[in-house]
């Protein structure tokens, strides 16, 4: 049974870090394109890191770039996103994603597994 787990989410200042974490179970990261998600309040869901599994290239949302990196650990079979520099802006649920059937181009009906998300909320 696949299954993504997050966690590493929480409340943090204007200018602070975060490092969210993915634990998958019941498959191999390596085998799937990955994703990060978030979705903010009366917001869709947008792609902020997506990783491709045949050339293991990731993608960043302009409004993230060169603040969040995407990394994973195969041993532990996790996925990371590491968050700097956080905006109020960036205040959203996180989501982590994994496509099964591969060709995901960061859009959410590419992904066909999904964790629970897990909230990050950055204010003063």
């Known amino acids: 049974q696949v299954q993504l787990v997050e966690s590493g989410g929480g409340l943090v200042q204007p200018g602070g870090s975060l490092r969210l974490s993915c634990a998958a179970s019941?498959?191999?990261?390596?085998?799937?394109?990955l994703a990060w998600f978030r979705q903010a309040p009366g917001k869709e869901r947008e792609g902020v890191s997506c990783i491709s599994s045949s050339d293991g290239s990731t993608y960043y949302a302009d409004s993230v770039k060169g603040r969040f990196t995407s990394s994973r650990d195969n041993a532990k079979n996790t996925l990371y996103l590491q968050m700097n520099s956080l905006k109020p802006e960036d205040t959203a649920v996180y989501y982590c994603?994994?496509?099964?059937?591969?060709?995901?181009?960061?859009?959410?009906?590419?992904?066909?597994?999904w964790g629970q998300g897990t909230q990050v909320t950055v204010s003063s």
């Open positions: 019941g498959f191999t990261l390596d085998d799937y394109d």
């Open positions: 994603a994994a496509d099964s059937f591969g060709g995901a181009n960061c859009r959410v009906d590419d992904y066909d597994y």
